[in-house]
């Protein structure tokens, strides 16, 4: 798991994995969600969260002068996270699916706010604690990104219960 004390290298490394565990989680949760705006929703996360991965291989082909794309791809396909962001280990995130599966759109989203409150409080603690100018920058830039899904859930979460109330 990542410090904060870490190089950007292992930092970046550690990141695309956290978000391939995430975009994993989305993409279950895709599947599951009981109403069109939150497959919908999940679908975009799930997305999002995929760009989030291209740009971290970017970001580590451009570091580390790697231009062959055939190694990262490789170590991506390879690569199995053994925890999603926010540092939830990937089996108790899996079993956390299993059990949100019955609950309601408002409880997946509810869900889904708890795991994107706890990465950007992560990439808030290893911003605050890193050495390495490079890591700290890549650590803020996470926290943006979790407060956009933040704000998309929130979003998504009111319109639900708006329509929820109407009906």
Same mark, same amino acid.
């Given at each position: +798991?990542?410090?904060?004390?870490?190089?950007?290298?292992?930092? +970046?490394?550690?990141?695309?994995?956290?978000?391939?565990?995430?975009? !994993?989680?989305?993409?279950?949760?895709?599947?599951?969600?009981?109403?069109?705006?939150?497959?919908?929703?999940?679908?975009?996360?799930?997305?999002? *969260?995929?760009?989030?991965?291209?740009?971290?291989?970017?970001?580590? !082909?451009?570091?580390?002068?790697?231009?062959?794309?055939? $190694?990262?791809? /490789?170590?991506?396909?390879?690569?199995?996270?053994?925890?999603? *962001?926010?540092?939830?280990?990937?089996? *108790?995130?899996? %079993? $956390?699916?299993?059990?949100?599966?019955?609950?309601?759109?408002?409880?997946?989203?509810?869900?889904?706010?708890?795991? %994107?409150?706890?990465?950007?409080?992560?990439?808030?603690?290893?911003?605050?604690?890193? !050495?390495?100018?490079?890591?700290?920058?890549?650590? *803020? /830039?996470?926290?943006?990104? /979790? !407060?956009?899904?933040? %704000?998309?859930?929130?979003?998504?979460?009111?319109?639900?219960?708006?329509?929820?109330?109407?009906?």
């Amino acid at each position: +798991m990542v410090t904060g004390k870490d190089d950007l290298i292992p930092a +970046m490394i550690e990141a695309y994995m956290m978000e391939k565990g995430i975009n !994993q989680f989305y993409t279950e949760l895709s599947v599951k969600a009981h109403s069109y705006e939150a497959r919908k929703a999940f679908s975009e996360l799930a997305r999002w *969260e995929a760009e989030h991965m291209r740009y971290m291989q970017h970001l580590y !082909q451009a570091f580390t002068d790697e231009r062959e794309m055939l $190694s990262f791809n /490789e170590f991506a396909t390879r690569a199995k996270p053994d925890t999603a *962001e926010g540092g939830m280990p990937m089996k *108790e995130l899996e %079993e $956390s699916i299993e059990e949100y599966a019955f609950l309601d759109d408002i409880g997946a989203i509810m869900f889904a706010l708890k795991v %994107e409150g706890n990465e950007y409080n992560l990439y808030k603690k290893l911003s605050s604690q890193a !050495q390495d100018t490079n890591a700290k920058v890549l650590f *803020e /830039e996470l926290m943006g990104w /979790e !407060q956009k899904h933040i %704000e998309y859930l929130m979003g998504l979460k009111q319109k639900i219960e708006g329509s929820l109330r109407r009906a």
